[in-house]
């Protein structure tokens, strides 16, 4: 039985001989995650974030936690985009088996992987910081109340997340260089010349793959024209299989320029970068996050609790603190429940039997962080929900006018047209008005 080491944290997940209806399966269970709920979820999310959008920018929603909910948001939206363009074509590729679809994932799909991998490595990793950095601005808030005023102001805030900006641009940039896309035959000649050598060559083939993976690993054996074929469903968000070929003549389409495959570099093979994706990853995006949360949102909720028994003696800007408080909370504590299950995975504790599922699920909670925001916003949020009514009201408004005018400007039109032809002559140019013009505007204005 042969083994691969994973690449989040090398752990080894070996399988036994796959055979067709497990890969059948697989790809159903992804198609139906992937394919049919991730949608869903986004563009349930993706509306939710667009309306979250229009209350945030309002001019009176303007405090320091505000720029970090804006933050959220947009960072959330990049997610959700991300994780269906990602995920989505792939699964139905794979199980639908549709030339289209196939194009996607043999030719485009590997020009987009490298830059759209980075892209949502950097969002994420904002979005984790950001989190942590409000739940932070909130501890002191509501802690610390008199130290406030010092420590918290919009231009720290400001500060603080164009650092985060900053620091997730630069840190993610090795990824830029660990992946690139070469034609299928350029590829093979390179394993081969790699294996030659007694070097180990890994590529990302996503024509032989079983699932893409957005965010964690699996290895995944597979018998390919009776060679064996190590696939390793991979990483930090996202990723797609990679495969490595232990002796491996896969089948590609007759045409090379059909297809492309995306193929680690030489600095993507060093055991530098390995450790900068796997263990460093686990620190940055998972270990320092979550204890932090969970500290900060422990003192918070134990203050808001005490807060409520004393309810009778804070103003009405206490009390908005205190709400606002309690939505970031309930929003770190569906992060929390969203993002565990890509901690877990980390580990070997998944059943080789099981590990389809779990990555699909797992990453699907994923997306699902990002499109859940605005429920709670909207069911928790006393100045949201009112600030979201006002907009629906200034839409209904707006619209009502334009349609007043619309009247209007249709009956006035009417109106000359009846007074030119009344007179003999439809092309008649009016030099003053008819007589009844101005009774007709007013009966439509009212």
Not at 140 to 156: N, V
Not at 261 to 275: D, I, K, L, R, W
Not at 342 to 347: M, P
């Amino acid at each position: 039985m042969a083994t691969m080491n994973e690449i989040n944290l090398k752990v080894n997940i070996s399988y036994g001989d796959s055979n067709l209806s497990e890969e059948n399966a697989n790809n159903l269970t992804l198609f139906v995650l992937w394919g049919v709920l991730l949608p869903l979820v986004a563009a349930v999310g993706l509306v939710g974030n667009v309306l979250t959008m229009m209350v945030l920018w309002r001019k009176e929603m303007n405090s320091t936690t505000i720029l970090y909910m804006r933050g959220l948001v947009i960072t959330d939206t990049g997610i959700l985009l991300g994780a269906v363009i990602t995920l989505t074509p792939i699964s139905l590729a794979n199980y639908l088996k549709v030339d289209a679809l196939n194009y996607l994932s043999n030719v485009l799909f590997p020009v987009i992987y490298t830059p759209g991998y980075y892209v949502v490595m950097v969002l994420q990793q904002i979005n984790v910081w950001i989190t942590v950095s409000v739940s932070v601005e909130r501890y002191i808030a509501i802690c610390h109340p008199f130290r406030a005023g010092r420590l918290i102001s919009k231009k720290k805030t400001i500060a603080a997340m164009l650092g985060i900006t900053l620091f997730s641009l630069i840190y993610n940039l090795p990824h830029f260089f660990a992946t690139e896309a070469v034609r299928c035959s350029a590829s093979g000649a390179a394993s081969a010349g790699a294996e030659s050598k007694g070097n180990n060559s890994s590529s990302i083939n996503v024509t032989d793959v079983v699932a893409d993976t957005f965010q964690y690993s699996v290895d995944s054996l597979m018998k390919d024209e009776g060679e064996l074929l190590v696939a390793a469903v991979s990483t930090p968000n996202p990723q797609v299989l990679h495969t490595e070929h232990t002796s491996v003549s896969t089948q590609q389409p007759k045409e090379a320029s059909e297809c492309l495959t995306v193929t680690n570099t030489a600095f993507g093979q060093t055991e530098f970068y390995n450790s900068y994706r796997t263990i460093m990853y686990l620190i940055i995006i998972y270990v320092f996050p979550f204890i932090a949360l969970l500290i900060l949102n422990t003192f918070l909720i134990r203050e808001l609790m005490t807060m409520q028994k004393r309810n009778t003696n804070i103003g009405s800007k206490e009390e908005n603190e205190a709400n606002l408080s309690l939505v970031l909370v309930l929003i770190v504590i569906v992060f929390i429940f969203c993002q565990t299950p890509g901690l877990i995975s980390q580990f070997e504790i998944i059943p080789p039997s099981m590990i389809i599922t779990w990555l699909g699920v797992a990453n699907l909670l994923f997306a699902t962080n990002s499109a859940v925001n605005f429920l709670i916003y909207t069911a928790f949020g006393k100045k949201f929900r009112r600030v979201l009514l006002r907009v629906f009201r200034h839409l209904s408004t707006s619209n009502g006018a334009k349609r007043r005018r619309a009247s209007s400007a249709s009956s006035c039109h009417a109106a000359l047209t009846q007074y030119s032809m009344s007179n003999g002559n439809e092309t008649l140019e009016m030099t003053t008005l008819p007589p009844d013009y101005n009774q007709v505007i007013q009966n439509e204005n009212t």
